[in-house]
């Protein structure tokens, strides 16, 4: 088997003005960054109105720790409108370079089913994260400096919530101390970096309408507390304004392509637990303005990426899918049946069926929001004729429809059927309907998205979590919007439990207030911020050949 | 006076590629970033062969705070060559970010000689200090990470040389301790970031002729010592592959033009102490391919940074300037005839005379390379003419190239006369001499820059820099270039002795082995690697406009 890197030799991008003109973008918004990428300017987008193609949501079941190919079945599914010769572009989020030089690799999607150039995509790309990094360090900059000099907002060193980022994978900087060396060196104090991804930047990024939302957004955004516990906003430092200029060019979505020539936006990346997990509402909308179906994806299960796609970016950026794709793999679905994770590779009807639970329960998710999703099985070559059809039977007694896909091996071919069937079902879905009112109260929220979205009974919170609910309150922040960080590997909260996992409790340990972003972070386990290297990383493997192609990153 | 951002609005910049075409740059090696940048891929450069403009070195005496306006003059004299209608093209140091947001603001000029666009290159440019941050921090992740995984290689928690980076002025990030939360965070231990212009990974990719040869520097480059004191090198943690892809672009010179449509190329931006202070190799030989005058600077004065142009880059690069211009000012001449710092404008021919002192030494300094300077006298408003008259007549006297400018105010045609001046000096020069064969002992070359270039009586050495010098023998590189790290502001090492100091000695304090980069930093004094915020920063007038317009960026 070919791998990705060698298929993607077979193919040469188009210049990456033939996909803007395609889509009717004027040449003057262009923004070249090499020959098949380029920024588009927000001039191109027409605020919140403008032609209005419909929007496909591309979510999973719960996935497997190599993932169900989400992002791979999404780029197939639009070259599959592609090859119908529909007038499709995609909006997805942009990989972020720790993880492609860490566990992970790139995140391009695979086989015949990619974006290019995907060496450029997965490493700088056009410098949007490096951009947020800058930025977000920059106030943290801004706020040891205060201190230093004289501390006049009174700023409490051990009650600051702003963090420092790193696009890298370095677990040794998660909890350091920094201002060591004496009186001219700063002001010691416990502090440490997040990855870039989750940065709350990146999530005001995503969710901002244009320059005057963002700058909005950074201002009110909470940087900690005084000496009279009395919050600290990033407006207060005096650097919000620079922190624009460094974002100017951040803000503006990235176009490329897919194999076949698709229109890709890729704009974007936060993390779906501690973030909303999509890419940039203004890709969103640039897609859905410059072609008639515009499909978009949200990170991990429909429990947590789709949730928060709806009550949080759906919500606050006036967004409605027309359709909805449920990607599965009998792999997962084995998985989530109780067979071991080495061994999915040989047939097992019964694990098979005992993990159709898992699917069921992200089918009602889905309907829960008015929506009837289409269940898209991406095929793997050790899958067996009976274990697809026992999926399909399942999904034609539940009366969902069903397709099967082979877009890695074949490309948009391979997902034809799958485009056929989404493009039906746009007739069956009527306006979404969130999973809570925002005037309820945080609890109430929390206690929703928990039941219906993870099938729990019931949420308990620890006395932190309750003592973090008082400082939402003092701040007159309740009406915000969750986002529920749990463990992506289960419906549940305890990464452990696989299938439909029924009669438990979410324990909420912490809440985070991201007033800048807008949502309230609930907290429900430990969240890794900070991801660490392997012994043996990604990175290890890469070089850079004569050629100038990069093996290895992949 | 118009400020220089209300200045850049007068001009519109030309479509990057008409910059190329005049170079005569093949349209397939460009790489747009937007419609005014572009990146020139190496495969138009023509090893060290092809065609050979004449190449022309600004250096400057010794600076005041705020600088002589080297950079200004720099690209005021390429424009000059642009308005006679000759073959030109800059080569030029990127900016640092961190530096803008500071203190100090741009760095790309001023006045009617600007390179533009000033904003993206002031910030994130094309994002080569990113990246060179990106792989530094591999590096460092890479390192506690092998600690973390069982430390095969043994490193010393406590010898580990090679430190973090970011482009951003955080003195709080000086002095860390990294690795605290137990068994799972990592291995606690004493480290530090510097800014990303003092990375090594910035002087390697600045010194290297091609991939091949920056590879090579990344494999050998010393990272720390194991328990039993022998030496690690980067190679040894398997990731120098990875800093190769993450540097690919970074590699690329980017190429913008000046107002008047001056070409430039400018890329690398190392410190003048602690590394070399001089852009590109790559870049300079590519502006001497392309153009019948190449233009490049050196960092601080004549003593620090042209000294390590000569001594370092072009003995390591095979160049050799065929003129060098030295940059002096009335006012950091008075300076150096002690008058006092904020009282520079009002006309004081005593103190001139004094100060004179300082431009005879370079002019000296000069010549030891057995070079003849242009001084060109960067006019201020505040200069009266019996002043410029008393610099013209010193120079008359030491029978040495002199030239008026005020390209600042003028543009190009302010440095018309300077250029025909340069011009003409070409011929009075011989190859260039280095101070210091490469064989010496490392004490009798740090002794031979010292009493050259410094005018030092002696040269000692604490027991630190001893103990060090034993490590550079034990680990067999005695025969590298030396590049010494001294306060920029007076010919000592003592930061407060203006003019021309005589009867000192220069006090070695340390030795810091570059090894990938080819260099022994002798460190004089307390050089910061990581400057910090003032009370205001410079971020804090920064402002992103409706238009798209930074403002304060300056």
């Known amino acids: 088997m070919a791998t990705d890197v060698e298929i993607a030799q077979q193919f040469t991008p188009r210049p990456i003005t033939e996909i803007s003109d395609a889509l009717g973008i004027d040449r003057e918004h262009l923004h070249p960054y090499g020959r098949d990428i380029a920024k588009i300017d927000l001039k191109a987008l027409n605020g919140k109105s403008g032609k209005k193609g419909h929007l496909i949501l591309v979510s999973a079941t ?5 993932g169900e190919g989400k992002t791979t079945t999404t780029i197939g599914l639009g070259q599959a409108f592609t090859q119908l010769n529909e007038s499709v572009c995609l909006a997805l989020r942009e990989p972020s370079l720790g993880p492609c030089l860490g566990m992970k690799g790139g995140a391009t999607g695979g086989g015949y089913s990619q974006i290019i150039p995907a060496d450029r995509i997965n490493l700088h790309f056009t410098g949007d994260f490096h951009a947020i990094t800058s930025a977000n360090n920059l106030l943290s900059a801004a706020i040891d400096n205060h201190i230093f000099h004289g501390n006049q907002l009174g700023i409490d060193p051990r ?13 040794s900087l998660r909890k350091i101390v920094v201002g060591l060396g004496g009186k001219n060196q700063g002001i010691p104090r416990e502090g440490g970096f997040d990855i870039t991804a989750a940065s709350e930047v990146m999530a005001m990024l995503c969710l901002a309408d244009n320059a005057e939302d963002l700058k909005r957004r950074l201002d009110r955004t909470l940087v900690g507390y005084n000496y009279q516990n009395e919050p600290v906003y990033a407006a207060q ?17 990235n176009l490329v392509q897919s194999f076949e ?48 796609f709806f009550d949080i970016k759906c919500r606050i950026a006036e967004l409605d899918p027309d359709a909805v794709v449920l990607v599965t793999t009998v792999r997962a679905l084995k998985m989530h049946g ?5 061994n999915l590779e040989s047939e097992d009807l019964e694990a098979l069926q005992q993990g159709l639970g898992n699917l069921d329960k992200h089918i009602e998710s ?14 793997f070559a050790s899958d067996t004729d009976a274990e697809v059809a026992l999926v399909r039977a399942r999904c034609i007694a539940l009366g969902v429809s069903f397709a099967e896909t082979t877009h890695h091996a074949d490309g948009g071919k391979g997902s034809v059927e799958l485009a056929k069937v989404v493009m039906a079902s746009i007739k069956k879905n009527s306006p979404f309907q969130p999973l ?3 005037d309820l109260p945080v609890v109430e929220k929390v206690r929703a998205v928990c039941k219906a979205m993870y099938g729990a009974d019931d949420v308990a919170f620890t006395k932190d979590a309750e003592q973090d609910l008082k400082h939402v309150e003092m701040l007159g922040l309740t009406d915000l919007p969750i986002c529920i960080a749990k463990a992506p590997s289960s419906l549940s909260d305890d990464p452990e439990l696989h299938g439909r996992p029924r009669g438990f409790e979410v324990t909420v340990r912490q809440i985070q207030i991201n007033a800048g972003a807008g949502f309230l972070v609930i907290l429900t386990g430990k969240i890794m911020r900070m991801p660490g290297l392997p012994k043996k990383p990604a990175a290890s493997n890469m070089q850079l050949m004569e050629s100038g192609i990069i093996e290895g990153l992949e």
């Open 366 to 379: 889905v309907e829960l929001f008015n929506k009837h999703p289409v269940v898209a099985l991406n095929r």
């Open 62 to 66: 719960t996935p497997t720790p190599s």
């Open 159 to 171: 009650q600051i919530a702003w963090r420092r980022v790193m696009d890298m994978n370095d677990r």
């Open 338 to 342: 109780g067979k071991a994770k080495d």
């Open 237 to 253: 430092l005096d650097v919000t304004g620079a922190m624009m200029a460094l974002l100017r060019d951040a803000m503006q979505p």
């Open 261 to 308: 020539g698709t229109p890709a936006f890729v704009h974007g990346g936060p993390f779906a637990n501690i973030a909303h997990g999509c890419n940039s509402v203004i890709a969103t909308r640039m897609a859905m303005q410059h072609a008639d179906w515009a499909i978009t994806e949200a990170g991990f299960g429909f429990d947590l990426g789709a949730e928060k």
């Open 436 to 438: 809570y009112d925002l």
